[in-house]
């Protein structure tokens, strides 16, 4: 069967699309990278994909002089790539409606928290604040509104006594790992969909219900 054609936006470290580059490495899995786009040229996930032989390109946003141009940019570059997927991956730009719009339920990210909880910046730090016991990451659906839409996977982590921001977003981190090839690869087996703003997955399944006791 064809592969899933995707595409990763980034913006930085990249670690969440090495996690993508090496699930897609293995033979069977369902979907393969077609395209890196990253709006800043330093990016170190621009080296990850260059290393896994994946094309990329660079979209600066400040080069456009509104966010409708640049998300036409991103946008055009996508089609040009015949992606059919677009995963987020650490892409720290907002897009705007008509962008996330035009690829409803084909626009997925991951944010480093459990979702309603924390959405927006400095997810560990407020979480540790707010003295959660268990903390994660989601992977969902994007919808216009920010870190909300449709959620695929949670991974689940605890959150330790003597934790530190650092402590507790390298454990957060690992499950990421974990919960972004497991959301890929259910929906790139057609395993997922979406009724009424809410993913159901196929029973059939792997749970897609991460928990990392461990970190
Ligand atoms: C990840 O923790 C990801 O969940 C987060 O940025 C980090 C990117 O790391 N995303 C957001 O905060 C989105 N608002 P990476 O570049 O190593 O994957």
């Given amino acids: 069967m064809a592969r ?6 980034i913006s930085g470290r990249g670690s969440n699309l090495q ?16 395209l890196v ?3 800043e040229a330093a990016a170190q996930g621009l080296s990850r994909a260059h290393a896994a032989g994946i094309p990329t390109r660079v979209v600066p946003h400040r ?9 036409a940019a991103l946008d055009a570059v996508l089609r040009e790539a015949a992606v059919e997927l677009v995963c987020l991956a650490g892409f720290m730009r907002l897009l705007g409606d008509a962008f996330v719009n035009a690829w409803r339920d084909r626009l997925i990210n991951i944010h480093p928290a459990l979702l309603p909880a924390f959405k927006g910046l400095h997810t560990h730090e407020r979480a540790l604040a707010a003295g959660v016991r268990l903390h994660g990451c989601t992977v969902h659906f994007v919808r216009p509104a920010m870190d909300e839409g449709p959620i695929i996977v949670q991974g689940a982590v605890p959150v330790l006594p003597d934790d530190t921001p650092e402590t507790l977003a390298a454990r957060v981190l690992a499950v990421e790992h974990r ?6 690869r259910l929906i790139a ?10 993913a159901l997955v196929d029973a059939a399944a792997p749970g897609s219900t991460l928990l990392n006791p461990d970190g």
């Fill in 179 to 184: 919960a972004y090839p497991l959301a890929l």
């Fill in 37 to 39: 786009v990253s709006n």
């Fill in 63 to 71: 080069d456009y002089p509104d966010r409708a141009r640049f998300d």
């Fill in 4 to 9: 899933l054609r995707v595409g990763v936006l």
């Fill in 19 to 34: 996690a993508l580059i090496d699930a897609c490495a293995e033979p069977s899995f369902p979907a393969e990278i077609v």
């Fill in 189 to 198: 087996e057609g395993r997922v969909r979406v009724e009424r703003e809410r």
